[in-house]
């Protein structure tokens, strides 16, 4: 089942912080996290494995908290650069070899 | 690194025409998969493959098939084009280590069916 991300869009002025929220309904091995510029393909950002770990990328960070099965992503003071659609995908691990994404949250950064 | 490469990067097609989306990495990367990717939704898997001769459906796999013969190349043939098919298509590799790894994709194939 597609994870449930929040919130559908945010529109923030360049130095505002972000939360974007990712939450399954199954037991999860990982998350992981992906950024999509309009008509471009989706970038990597980061993988969080089971066991609450949390990662950073630049001023991009991410949290994985697999006993409520929900993963954070936090952009920290924005920049024009972070504009774009994030996508979380699931994976439940073992021999299930599918990524399952969220339906995307639109970040627009405003000058 | 030329990475993955998807081509055609456009395509238009007639309903009940077939046609083949082909796909291409020179990373050695076991795991390949194609996705399609409708306004307003995220990925969804149509098929993938954990390495050569080896593949298996995933969410959306009617009205598609596919081979691999080779771990580089990993082609997506709509054997009967409809106009639900009309979406953009991407193709993506990545290691499989300890579940997946960081997956590399590429420029997507837009598609449309009239």
């Known amino acids: 089942q597609q994870p449930v991300q929040s919130p559908q869009a945010v529109i923030l002025r360049e130095g505002e912080d972000a939360v974007i929220n990712c939450s399954s309904s199954k037991a999860l091995y990982s998350v992981h996290w992906y950024r999509q510029k309009h008509g471009e393909a989706p970038v990597f950002l980061m993988i969080?494995?089971?066991g609450g770990e949390q990662k950073g990328h630049d001023k991009i960070s991410a949290s994985f908290n697999e006993k409520k099965q929900q993963s954070s992503l936090y952009l920290t003071a924005s920049q024009l650069s972070y504009s774009g659609t994030y996508f979380c995908g699931t994976d439940l691990g073992g021999s299930n070899y599918q990524l399952i994404w969220g339906a995307g949250t639109k970040l627009i950064i405003k000058p | 690194n030329a990475g993955v490469t998807q081509t055609p990067k456009f395509q238009v097609l007639k309903t009940g025409q077939s046609m083949t989306l082909q796909c291409a990495q020179d990373?050695?990367?076991?795991?390949m998969s194609w996705y399609r990717q409708d306004p307003g939704m995220g990925l969804r898997l149509i098929h993938y493959s954990v390495g050569a001769g080896i593949t298996d459906q995933g969410e959306v796999p009617n009205g598609y098939n596919v081979s691999r013969s080779t771990t580089e190349d990993f082609p997506l043939r709509l054997l009967s084009a409809a106009p639900s098919q009309t979406s953009v298509y991407f193709c993506?590799?990545?290691?499989?280590?300890?579940?997946?790894?960081?997956?590399?994709f590429g420029q997507g194939t837009r598609l449309t069916v009239v």
């Open positions: 969080l494995l089971k």
């Open positions: 993506a590799s990545s290691y499989l280590g300890q579940g997946r790894t960081e997956a590399f």
């Open positions: 990373m050695n990367h076991e795991y």
